[in-house]
């Protein structure tokens, strides 16, 4: 399922460095080529609600369940972290043209850790869509859209995050 590249103890030890030195590592073509196509499939058929609040957010969202996908991830981005907690519920987005979330004063990530697998097939970067964390003003991490896509993140209250607007550029395409 995950890629050799990243079982590798080597790997893995050298992935935990840079993730407790620089508080994010983003790993690209993370599940082999068959198992990253099936859970597209999957996330592509989910039953997203659309979720609007035109002063914070536009986009649609749906409960993902699949333990098979979910427990290695868990277990990877723990090895990565260097502790051990259950597993969390997981949502899946997707965002089409005209959606996004705003910044705004209630807004504050958690003391800990944000895990994101990315599934966008394909995606003109100039259609926005990225997701851009802030912290006292200042763009610490852009996370742009790319397939089969791992990337972690170390979250503190005084982080805020946005996903910006995907404009007439992403066309029917949308990030998932």
């Known amino acids: 399922m995950i890629t050799k590249e990243y079982t590798d103890p080597q790997i893995v030890e050298d992935l935990k460095n840079v993730f407790h030195q620089e508080g994010s590592v983003q790993l690209r073509h993370f599940l082999d080529k068959a198992w990253y196509a099936k859970l597209l499939d999957r996330v592509k058929r989910l039953r997203y609600e659309y979720v609007h609040d035109p002063l914070y957010h536009?986009?649609?969202?749906a409960?993902?369940?699949d333990k098979r996908f979910l427990l290695p991830l868990h277990?990877?981005?723990c090895t990565l972290m260097g502790v051990s907690f259950p597993p969390r519920k997981a949502s899946a987005f997707s965002f089409h043209h005209k959606d996004y979330t705003l910044l705004h004063d209630e807004m504050q990530e958690e003391d800990g850790t944000l895990v994101i697998f990315d599934?966008?097939?394909?995606?003109?970067?100039?259609?926005?869509?990225?997701?851009?964390?802030?912290q006292e003003?200042?763009?610490l991490l852009r996370v742009l859209p790319a397939q089969n896509t791992f990337t972690m993140i170390r979250t503190t209250p005084e982080m805020k995050r946005f996903v910006k607007y995907v404009n007439v550029l992403a066309d029917k395409n949308r990030r998932y």
């Open 58 to 61: 536009s986009y649609r969202t």
């Open 63 to 65: 409960l993902f369940s």
């Open 75 to 77: 277990h990877f981005a």
């Open 119 to 134: 599934f966008t097939p394909w995606w003109n970067q100039e259609a926005g869509g990225f997701i851009s964390f802030i």
């Open 137 to 139: 003003n200042q763009e």
